[in-house]
């Protein structure tokens, strides 16, 4: 019985043994997806060509392509939100792809209380839900209000103007576009960080031993043997960075919709419209990049063609 089972098994090629391993990972949220999500997910995309009437009950009045018209050529919010929400997407996930690198970099060196700096870049992931962050932000925004001019005081350097002071219009304000992006970066490379601390610690020794053999210098070694292996875990971090962003608490595509869905007039198939065409320039950002990694992402071992 059990070479009955096993031969066919045996004479799978080992890319499709993988593919049977991982649809047996994702198994579990397939089936949860399939039995809670499916269903409103066909539903939202139903109702974004109705106008739903919810006095005296809830109903639909078929609509068409209306409300998708309404969001391009109506709505004057929702393609620049849709731009900058896109563009904020473009400049923040480098800049976190890079900083959590060069911190895994630095927390994987054999360092005295290294343990200790892995928990203080991991703790902001496990204290700063959306609602926490959020009712920081507005503690800071209602204390630079009632303070006013006192605050710039009591904080120091006026930072703004001197870069204002020096710099070019264009440069200052990009310049402290970045600034002012630093802090919810670093609350949002926990993951990441851990991801690729996890990436370096499985690249074997024998590789560095190899390359040294061989006369590489530490930038060659990096360059040539550590950024190749980690490749998979940058792409695996680049997907998590870009659904993180589209998807962050402070993100204004998101308060756009609910306010259309959930304030005034209830516009919910409006709101289901720009929902799902957000939707589209998500799946469309994931798709460029998983279509362009086959060629900068190197998986080591041996894969049929």
Known sequence: MKWAIGRPFQRLTLRQRWAIQGYAFIMLWLVGFLTFQMWPFI?????????VNIVGGISLEWKGLDNYRMAF????????????????????????????LFTAFLVNQKIRGR?????????????????????LFEQLVETGQTMGAQQTVTRGID?????????PEEVANAILDVLNRLTLILWRSGIQILLFLAGFQGISGTYYEAARCDGATDWEL?????????????LVN????????????????LDLIRDAAFTGTFRMGFAAAMGWVYFAVIFLVLALVLATSRYWVFYSGERDS
């Open 73 to 100: 050529l109506e709505d004057e919010r929702f393609v620049p939100t849709l731009l900058d929400t896109v563009k904020n997407m473009a400049i923040d996930v480098p800049i976190i792809l890079v900083f959590s």
């Open 159 to 167: 930072l703004p103007g001197i870069v204002h002071l020096y710099l």
């Open 238 to 253: 680049i997907i998590f960075s870009i659904v993180d962003s589209f998807t962050d608490r402070f993100n204004p595509m």
């Open 43 to 51: 539903q939202s995309f139903w109702i974004s060509f109705n106008d």
């Open 222 to 234: 990096f360059w040539k043997v550590t950024l190749p292996m980690l490749s998979p875990i940058i």
């Open 115 to 135: 343990l200790f700096f892995r928990a203080v870049f991991f703790l902001p992931v496990v204290i700063a839900s959306g609602l926490v962050v959020e009712r």
